[in-house]
């Protein structure tokens, strides 16, 4: 599929156990993000990427890890899963270089859980 | 730092009402200014953006004008339908940074 896809779609997890969130694009795009959505915080920023093996922390960054060995692929991994981490989490991308005028496209989101 | 700040909701409108939802920023350089639209179950999507000062952004019937004066990007529609129902949110990006800074999102309900 054309675009920029997430899977699983719905994840259901226990407090400690590993889980990894895909990401996949079809644009080549240079940019890649991980955003979490909670209530009252709207979208708060995990990790991005400027190219493949290069990734640098957001604004929340703490119990997330992030790699990135080719363009379209952009896994986020928590390696060991608190309930705060209950969320839903949205990868997106975006071209063009630097170019500020350039919009971030979204994936539909992943919806995880951790009981 | 740089930053968006927008309008709290929720916000409820009849049908065929008008509609501003209030964004203002904060951003050291030119920042270029988006909005974005969350259906129910689904990923943000690109409504309309405007990259410098004056620029007016429409789409769907949706306008926003680029104020640098103002350091504002507000969101008006002048008849709103009930497929407006949706969480919007305004977002800036500034060329010497990678991210993008988004409002904490204004939840509209636009009820018949």
């Known amino acids: 599929d054309a675009g920029i896809t997430q899977s699983p779609r719905y994840k259901i997890t226990e407090t400690g156990r590993q889980v990894t969130l895909m990401c996949h694009q079809t644009?080549?795009?240079?940019?890649m993000f991980w955003y979490r959505q909670d209530l009252g915080h709207g979208l708060r920023l995990i990790y991005y990427?400027?190219?493949?093996?290069?990734?640098d922390k957001g604004e929340v960054p703490d119990g997330y890890v992030v790699s990135r060995s080719k363009t379209e692929n952009f896994p986020l991994t928590l390696e060991s899963a608190t309930r705060s981490q209950t969320s839903v989490y949205f990868c997106?991308?975006?071209?063009?270089?630097?170019?500020?005028?350039?919009?971030?496209?979204f994936g539909p989101g992943t919806r995880l859980t951790v009981l | 730092g740089d930053s968006v700040t927008q309008m709290e909701g929720p916000v409820t409108l009849s049908e065929e009402a008008f509609l501003t939802i209030n964004c203002t920023y904060t951003?050291?350089?030119?920042?270029?200014l988006f909005w974005y639209v969350q259906y129910p179950g689904e990923g943000l999507q690109l409504l309309l953006k405007?990259?410098?000062?004056?620029d007016k952004g429409s789409n769907k019937g949706f306008e926003a004008t680029y104020r640098k004066e103002t350091t504002s990007f507000h969101l008006e529609k002048g008849s709103v339908q009930v497929s407006d129902s949706a969480v919007y949110f305004c977002?800036?990006?500034?060329?010497?940074?990678?991210?993008?800074?988004f409002g904490t999102g204004t939840s509209l309900t636009v009820i018949p």
């Open positions: 997106a991308s975006r071209g063009g270089g630097r170019a500020s005028y350039n919009e971030q496209f």
């Open positions: 644009w080549s795009h240079s940019y």
């Open positions: 990427s400027a190219a493949a093996d290069i990734t």
């Open positions: 951003a050291t350089g030119y920042p270029s």
């Open positions: 405007a990259t410098k000062a004056d």
């Open positions: 977002a800036l990006s500034v060329l010497t940074g990678n991210q993008f800074y």
